[in-house]
């Protein structure tokens, strides 16, 4: 099984950097997603992680640590469209693509 | 662009009904998923298809089943509601395979009284 564990509520400032922390225990392993919720909206995809190490796409970085079990997703030159819901994925290593989700992290982001 | 499509946005069933929820994409994509969302639990995986007429359940099967005769369209289905299944409920779909990700329909909030 799964235990995935990421803070409930951040708060940063416009144009700041901001770390938001997952960690996870799992039997299998397949890689860690991150998606990005608005409110009422549905999650979309930000990044996909197998490999140890850092993946930059613009503003959003995220790392791994497999041997750590723990990632983080990094976002820098915050803006206030960033206040949203940030949600950690771990899929597990069934032969099927099943995602297993953290409770997610409330990001404000104020001016 | 991808799209996943669900059939409401907004329903509101009595305690008993049996209750359709229907999901809809348009890019061939071999996995489909059902989700729910409740505060403070985040995403669960109700059921999950990867191919037509398979399914395998997920995490929270109890009370639900699903149906997917056609590869576009993945429907879930409570035979008999409950008040504990009201819930924000998601489809999502993806190629399949582990490194790819998953899109999410826009959800159907669903209210049991």
């Known amino acids: 099984g799964q235990n995935i564990d990421q803070p409930t509520e951040m708060t940063a400032t416009e144009g700041a950097i901001v770390q938001i922390n997952c960690t996870y225990q799992t039997s299998g392993f397949n890689g860690l997603f991150w998606y990005q919720q608005h409110a009422g909206e549905a999650p979309t995809f930000l990044s996909y992680?197998?490999?140890?190490g850092l993946e930059e796409k613009g503003r959003f970085s995220s790392f791994l640590s497999r041997s750590k079990g723990y990632s983080y997703l990094l976002l820098k030159e915050l803006q206030m469209k960033d206040s949203a819901s940030y949600l950690c994925?771990?899929?597990?290593?069934?032969?099927?693509?099943?995602?297993?989700f953290g409770t997610g992290t409330r990001l404000l982001v104020s001016p | 662009d991808v799209k996943v499509t669900q059939s409401s946005r907004y329903l509101v069933k009595r305690t008993g009904e049996k209750v359709f929820l229907e999901c809809v994409q348009d890019?061939?994509?071999?996995?489909m998923f059902w989700y729910r969302q409740d505060p403070g639990l985040g995403l669960r995986l109700i059921y999950f298809?990867?191919?037509?007429?398979?399914?395998e359940k997920g995490d929270i099967p109890e009370g639900y089943s699903v149906s997917r005769e056609k590869k576009e369209r993945f429907s879930l289905i409570l035979e008999s509601a409950s008040t504990n299944q009201t819930s924000m409920y998601l489809c999502?779909?993806?190629?399949?395979?582990?490194?790819?990700?998953?899109?999410f329909g826009p959800g159907t909030r669903l209210t049991v009284t």
């Open positions: 992680n197998v490999l140890d």
């Open positions: 890019m061939d994509h071999e996995n």
């Open positions: 999502a779909s993806s190629w399949a395979g582990s490194s790819y990700e998953q899109y």
């Open positions: 298809s990867y191919d037509v007429k398979m399914k």
């Open positions: 994925a771990v899929s597990e290593n069934t032969g099927f693509q099943k995602l297993v």
